[in-house]
């Protein structure tokens, strides 16, 4: 059982984020955010796979505009991301963002800080202070000797500050670095000073392979001491990737429940259908399902469905037909040709969801 460090509580929407609250997932939006119909359509298509959160990149007011026509039609709570323009940030706020991720240190002067923290306070919105260590401040690096862990630490000290100066506490906080113990080192010095949420992701993870990878394990560490409250894997892919991956992470260690947990043979000289891509198709297929179900792909029916007795529903593959099982026992046999859709249907049955 993992024990999350206690921290306080923010609100992104109606999504609550702290140690008292299931860890949530997030995304980011790659469409260009001023083409308005993408925006909205890759949102939406984020909602349907149960991403809880998406950070939308906001560069021009043109942006702003747009972004406050896709909150209209979004169920989930948006999250502008900024880099030192605040007046975007304050257009942002009045779009109707949920949350905002800016450094307040990169903005400006005082009274710049002074207006973005008065239309979140005014509007509820939490800021996410967000350290990555290829954008650390000059000096700061030097200052610690090439430890970019405690650099990193340093900078997302100096702007809690002037958040607190502000007497602004509605913060949570991410030190991102693309070296997994670095990343570990940063938010585990880190939690000695602050008890503000922690926002969890290996930056610049890599591909849907190497960076599902990466930020597994970097992910798993950090979560697997406590830390972490919400996440977001980045992958050199489509965004709905890196929310099927954190969703992952999170069922694997038991911190989510919900959801297909995937068993697959890793195929063998026994293997008699088309596995690979067979659970491939039916990964991301059965990703959008919230229902608890264990499913097996196995590539034999001498071996499938007895070596994966627990699952709630299965296929064994045949030479020209493959079997459904439940729990070790056949229940049905198919042409090669139509198992995946037997096992698709089998699925929506069990779970009641509809997947395609
Ligand atoms: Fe090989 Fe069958 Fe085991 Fe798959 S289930 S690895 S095909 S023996």
């Known amino acids: 059982?993992?024990?999350?460090?206690?921290?306080?509580?923010?609100?992104?929407?109606?999504?609550?984020?702290?140690?008292?609250?299931?860890?949530?997932?997030?995304?980011?939006?790659?469409?260009?955010t001023e083409d308005t119909e993408s925006l909205?359509?890759?949102?939406?298509?984020?909602?349907?796979?149960?991403?809880e959160i998406a950070r939308v990149s906001v560069n021009t007011l043109d942006a702003a505009k747009s972004l406050k026509k896709a909150i209209k039609q979004a169920s989930i709570p948006v999250i502008a991301d900024i880099h030192f323009d605040h007046r975007l940030a304050i257009e942002s706020i009045k779009a109707g963002v949920s949350g905002l991720r800016i450094n307040p240190g990169n903005i400006g002067d005082k009274k710049k800080v002074k207006e973005v923290v008065s239309a979140c306070k005014s509007k509820g919105v939490p800021i996410r202070i967000g350290v990555n260590s290829g954008s650390l401040e000059k000096g700061i690096l030097n200052k610690n000797k090439g430890d970019f862990a405690a650099a990193m630490v340093e900078s997302a000290l100096k702007h809690i500050k002037i958040l607190e100066e502000e007497s602004f506490l509605d913060i949570k906080i991410s030190l991102?670095?693309?070296?997994?113990?670095?990343?570990?080192?940063?938010y585990e010095l880190l939690a000695r000073h602050v008890d503000y949420p922690f926002h969890i992701g290996i930056t610049e993870a890599?591909?849907?392979?190497?960076?599902?990878?990466?930020?597994?394990e970097g992910l798993g560490i950090l979560l697997y001491k406590g830390l972490g409250d919400t996440l977001r894997v980045s992958l050199s892919d489509d965004p709905v990737m890196e929310v099927i991956a954190g969703f992952n992470i999170l069922r694997n260690l038991g911190l989510r429940k919900g959801g297909v947990k995937l068993l697959s043979c890793p195929t063998c000289a026994r293997t008699e259908i088309d596995i690979v891509n067979i659970a491939r198709e039916f990964e991301r297929l059965s990703s959008k399902i919230k229902s608890d179900i264990k499913v097996a792909i196995m590539g034999c029916v001498v071996n499938g469905p007895g070596e994966s007795k627990h699952a709630d529903i299965g296929i064994a593959g045949g030479k020209n037909k493959s079997v459904l099982f439940s729990r070790g026992k056949i229940i049905g046999k198919y042409d090669n040709r139509d198992i995946l859709n037997a096992l698709i249907n089998g699925v929506e049955n069990i779970t009641g969801e509809k997947i395609v």
Request: net charge positive; glycine share 12%; aromatic share 4%.
């Open 1 to 32: 059982m993992i024990k999350r460090r206690h921290t306080g509580t923010i609100k992104i929407g109606d999504v609550a984020i702290g140690s008292g609250h299931p860890i949530s997932v997030q995304s980011m939006t790659n469409v260009v």
């Open 206 to 216: 890599g591909t849907a392979f190497s960076g599902a990878l990466k930020s597994g």
């Open 176 to 186: 991102k670095s693309t070296d997994v113990l670095t990343t570990v080192r940063g």
């Open 40 to 51: 909205i359509k890759q949102i939406k298509e984020l909602e349907d796979y149960n991403c």
